[in-house]
């Protein structure tokens, strides 16, 4: 079983910073993609930023330049780095890590989620 606990959310004002982490554990595969998704009211669950365990990171157009995906792969953890936050931002920001295993399973997991709102 893998779970995912997120950490760092909370309220700030229109330009400010926050990082969240995301502290993975249980039997996770070595190659694995790990990432950030937001999902607003009334609006889709989207991708905001996702890294591989080998370090190749891609971003959502509209948080290029201001958030800033990394890993720690000897803990098991992702972090954002959310920069220049605008009211937009606003959203609960889910942890995701998937693999497809030794017998080209694929696996998904989701952390609680943790609400990131910017203030204007």
């Known amino acids: 079983q893998v779970q995912l606990v997120e950490s760092g959310g909370g309220l700030v004002q229109a330009g400010g910073s926050l990082r969240l982490s995301c502290a993975a554990s249980?039997?996770?595969?070595?190659?694995?993609?790990m990432g950030w998704y937001r999902q607003a009211p009334g609006k889709q669950r989207e991708l905001v930023a996702a890294i591989t365990s080998g370090g190749s990171a891609n971003y959502a157009g509209s948080v290029k330049g201001r958030f800033t995906i990394s890993r720690d792969n000897a803990k098991n953890t992702v972090y954002l780095q959310m920069n220049s936050l605008k009211p937009e931002d606003t959203a609960v920001y889910y942890c995701?890590?998937?693999?497809?295993?030794?017998?080209?399973?694929?696996?998904?997991?989701w952390g609680q989620g943790t609400q990131v709102t910017v203030l204007e």
């Open positions: 995701n890590a998937d693999w497809v295993d030794d017998t080209e399973s694929y696996r998904a997991y």
């Open positions: 249980g039997s996770i595969f070595s190659r694995n993609v």
